[in-house]
C-alpha cells in the first residue's frame, strides 16, 4: 500500500506487485509507483531501500545508481560545477567514439521523441514509434540501435527482419505495452468473435500476433472508421479508444483498460489554468490523455501530428500534453515560440533510461540484440500490413 497516489500508478501487474512489495518500495523509490518531486529523474534527494533485485521489471534506478543520499548543501556547487564539466568533455569523447563505430559498423541510430535531448540530437532519425521502424526498414545499415522501448525495438525488427535490431536498454518496457497479454487477446475473441480487433502500436509482437489491425496514434480513428465491421475491440490503450469512440459513434468500440501513467498525469484542471494564465496558448494533447483533457485541447496529436502543427500555426505559445522530451523536438521547429508542459513536466521513465555511454556500450558490443522467434515475425506484420494498406 505504498502508492499513496493511486491514480498515478500504473496498471496490472505493477499495481499488484506494488501491493506485494512492501518492503522494496518502501521509499517509493521504485520507478513506477510514484512520482513525488524527490523521486523523479535528475532529483537530489536520494533515500535508501531495500533489495533492488526484488523488482520484477528490473526498471529501478537503484540498480544502476545505488543511493546517493545528498543534500541542497551550497557546498555541493563547486563540486556540481566541475562534475558537469568533467561530464561534458566525456560526453564529447563518447560522441566521437559513437561516430567512429557507427560508421565502422554499418548503424542506423533512431531515437523516439520522448528520449533524452541528447540522444535525440546524436541521432540519424526522430521519431514516432510506427514512422521510426518504418524509417529502420528503408536504410541501408546492417545495424539498427533503437533508442526508445521495447516495443518499438520489436516493431522494428518485425519490419527488418534481416537487420540486426539493438535496444541499448533491453529493460526500458512501456507499461502500457505490458499491459496486456496474447492469451487475453484469445478471450476477446471468444467473447466477441464478430469484432475486429484492433492493436495500438503500443503493444509486444506477440500480441499483434493475434491483431486484426495495429493502429498508432496518428491514424487510429481513419483506420478503425475503415474497417467493415461495426464491432471493434480497441486494446490496450483506453483514452486513444475512447477518442476514436467519440469520433466514430457508429462503431461499437470495445475498451481494454489499459492507460499510460504519464499521459495520466494531465488533468482537466491543468487545461482549465493553462488556459488563464496563457490565453494567447494553443495547446496539444495527446491521444492518451484523459478524454476531458482532449475535450478542452486545441488539438489533439500524436507526436508526428504536433510537429507539423506547431510549424504551421501562427500562435507563438505552445503548451504540450505529453512526454517533456518532445519540447526539445518541438523547439526545433519553432525556436521563435515558447513552449511549456501542460501542468507541469511528465516523465517516462523507461524513455529516460538510455544515456550516451548505454549508446556507446550498445555498439560497442553489439547487444542487446531483440530477436523474434520467426513465426511472431510473420504474424505480428499481418496487421502492420493491413493497416498500411487499408
Ligand atoms: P507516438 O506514437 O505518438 O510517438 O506515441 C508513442 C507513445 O509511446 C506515446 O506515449
Ligand atoms: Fe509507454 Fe507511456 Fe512511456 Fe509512451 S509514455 S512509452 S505509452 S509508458
Same mark, same amino acid.
Given at each position: 500500500m505504498y502508492c499513496r497516489d493511486r491514480t498515478t500508478c500504473p496498471p496490472e501487474p505493477w499495481r499488484r506487485w506494488i501491493v506485494l512489495s512492501n518492503d522494496f518500495c518502501r521509499e517509493q523509490a521504485c520507478l513506477f509507483p510514484t512520482q513525488t518531486p524527490e523521486h523523479r529523474v535528475g532529483a537530489t534527494r536520494w533515500v535508501a531501500q531495500g533489495d533492488s533485485t526484488n523488482c520484477p521489471y528490473g526498471n529501478c534506478r537503484f540498480k544502476e545508481r545505488?543511493? =546517493?543520499? $545528498? $543534500? $541542497? $548543501? =551550497?557546498?555541493m556547487v563547486g563540486v556540481n560545477k566541475e562534475r558537469r564539466r568533467k561530464k561534458k568533455m566525456e560526453d564529447s569523447e563518447i560522441l566521437k567514439k559513437i561516430q567512429e563505430l557507427k560508421k565502422a559498423k554499418n548503424a542506423v541510430i533512431i531515437a523516439h521523441n520522448y528520449q533524452l535531448p541528447v540522444i535525440q540530437d546524436l541521432a540519424d532519425f526522430t521519431g514516432d514509434s510506427l514512422g521510426l521502424s518504418r524509417k529502420a526498414a528503408e536504410t541501408k545499415e546492417d545495424i539498427i540501435v533503437f533508442c526508445g522501448v521495447k516495443f518499438m525495438a520489436e516493431t522494428a525488427k518485425v519490419l527488418s527482419p534481416s537487420k540486426k535490431v539493438l535496444l541499448p536498454k533491453i529493460n526500458a518496457g512501456c507499461e502500457l505495452a505490458d499491459c496486456i497479454t496474447a492469451d487475453e487477446v484469445d478471450e476477446y475473441r471468444k467473447k466477441y468473435p464478430d469484432a475486429a480487433v484492433v492493436g495500438y502500436v503500443n503493444t509486444t509482437a506477440e500480441v499483434k500476433t493475434k491483431c486484426d489491425y495495429c493502429v498508432t496514434s496518428a491514424n487510429a480513428v481513419d483506420i478503425v472508421r475503415k474497417i467493415d465491421k461495426k464491432q471493434v475491440v480497441f486494446l490496450p490503450d483506453r483514452n486513444l479508444g475512447s477518442w476514436v469512440k467519440k469520433n466514430l459513434p457508429d462503431k461499437e468500440i470495445i475498451l481494454h483498460g489499459g492507460r499510460c501513467y504519464v499521459h495520466h498525469k494531465f488533468k482537466k484542471e491543468d487545461v482549465v489554468n493553462a488556459k488563464k494564465s496563457h490565453p494567447e496558448a494553443k495547446i496539444l494533447a495527446h491521444p492518451e490523455c484523459f478524454p476531458e483533457v482532449l475535450e478542452l485541447a486545441d488539438s489533439v496529436a500524436s507526436t508526428s501530428q504536433m510537429i507539423p502543427y506547431v510549424r504551421d500555426s501562427k500562435a507563438k505559445v505552445f503548451i504540450i500534453g505529453t512526454e517533456e522530451a518532445m519540447i526539445h523536438r518541438l523547439k526545433k521547429e519553432r525556436p521563435d515560440a515558447q513552449f511549456y508542459s501542460l501542468g507541469g513536466a511528465q516523465t517516462c521513465y523507461s524513455m529516460k533510461m538510455t544515456r550516451l555511454p548505454d549508446v556507446l556500450n550498445s555498439l560497442e558490443k553489439e547487444e542487446t540484440e531483440v530477436t523474434l522467434p520467426q513465426e511472431v515475425i510473420e504474424k505480428a506484420i499481418i496487421p502492420i500490413q493491413r493497416m498500411v494498406e487499408l
Open positions: 545505488l543511493v =546517493r543520499r $545528498s $543534500s $541542497s $548543501s =551550497r557546498d
